[in-house]
């Protein structure tokens, strides 16, 4: 009897092991799993469509909060500022004080808030402002007048008149041609009606450029009276 017979027969000998079959496949469950889920293409566009629109909002809303753009449609403030010119407007500049004199603002018209000037302040709370003599006077004493203006007619008078707490007195540049502080219908304007200062001239390109201001102080020589600019969104 050989030994590759009696092997055979034999119970103790290792018989070579089966490869272990995979178990059945589900082909319905595998066709599932390899399609990710995907929202549609349109509802992704639409969605990133929204939210540029709501962002572009929310830094819209915020800017109007701190500048606010003009047209110039008036002649009051020649030759400083023609019609036809737009400027920025600093809405935060008096949030942590007052205009002083010699800066030019934009506020609402008094008698009609929808509507809004743009003048240069001449006179604080509790001033005496009066006028005679092609010159401005505070409390007796003559402004200087550092920048250009189309001067006051000859003969003409105003005042003496007290400006009240919480008011300021505003001229236009053009003197002949500007309905400012010395008319009955805008007179002294409350401090709560400015808008803010004016920050930028952005429009004609020629004259683009930061606004020029004055600290005008009552008796004092016109040619120290030095302009400044006033940077944006900055309070004073």
Known sequence: MSDSTRNAGDPFVLQPEAAASPPPVDVDEVEVAAEPSHPPVAWMLLRELVETVVLSLVIFLLIRMVVQNYRIESHSMMPNFQEGQFILVNKL??????????????????????????????????????IHDQIVYIDSRPLP????????????????????????FVMGDNRPNSR??????????????????????????????????????PGVDATSAAPFTSPCCETP
């Open 93 to 130: 500049a008096f949030i942590f004080g007052a205009p002083t004199r010699g800066e030019v603002i934009v506020f609402h018209n008094p008698r009609n808030t929808n509507e809004d000037y743009i003048k240069r302040v001449i006179g604080l709370p509790g001033d005496t402002v009066e």
């Open 180 to 217: 400012d502080s010395r008319y009955p219908e805008v007179g002294a304007i409350a401090e709560d009606l400015v808008v803010g200062k004016a920050w930028l001239r952005v429009w004609p390109f020629s004259v683009a450029g930061l606004v020029k201001h004055y600290q005008l102080e």
């Open 145 to 168: 007048q550092p920048y250009d203006t189309n001067p006051i007619p000859a003969g003409y008078t105003f005042g003496p008149q007290l400006i009240p707490p919480d008011h300021l």
